[in-house]
């Protein structure tokens, strides 16, 4: 089994930083690409940012220059430094990873999502 354990959401004043990161754990082989998506109210779930295995990087418009997402590998985490938060960055933060497990005798590459942790920014 793979899980992915987000952690460091809550409750912040506009302006203000929070970090977030998300552990993966289990029969891990190796994961490639990781990213944070968020889903407000009565919306669609988007991507925020996301990391290759290489440590390339893509952010959403909306979060550039404000959100930063990096990874340790040697723990199987991946955080997002968000500053300058502003009320519409209000949502619940999903973590996402393609990872390779060995199971049963063989490879298999999967989508993996987080829980979700929430993320609210008072105005």
């Known amino acids: 089994q793979v899980q992915l354990v987000e952690s460091g959401g809550g409750l912040v004043q506009a302006g203000g930083s929070l970090r977030l990161s998300c552990a993966a754990s289990?029969?891990?082989?190796?994961?490639?690409?990781m990213g944070w998506y968020r889903q407000a109210p009565g919306k669609q779930r988007e991507l925020v940012a996301a990391?290759?295995?290489?440590?390339?990087?893509n952010y959403a418009d909306s979060v550039k220059g404000r959100f930063t997402i990096s990874r340790d590998n040697a723990q199987n985490t991946v955080y997002l430094q968000m500053n300058s938060l502003k009320f519409e960055d209000t949502a619940v933060y999903y973590c996402?990873?393609?990872?390779?497990?060995?199971?049963?005798?063989?490879?298999?590459?999967?989508?993996?999502w987080g829980q979700g942790t929430q993320v609210t920014v008072s105005s």
């Open positions: 996402n990873a393609r990872i390779t497990k060995y199971s049963g005798g063989r490879y298999v590459t999967s989508d993996y």
């Open positions: 289990g029969s891990i082989f190796s994961i490639h690409a």
């Open positions: 990391i290759s295995s290489g440590d390339s990087t």
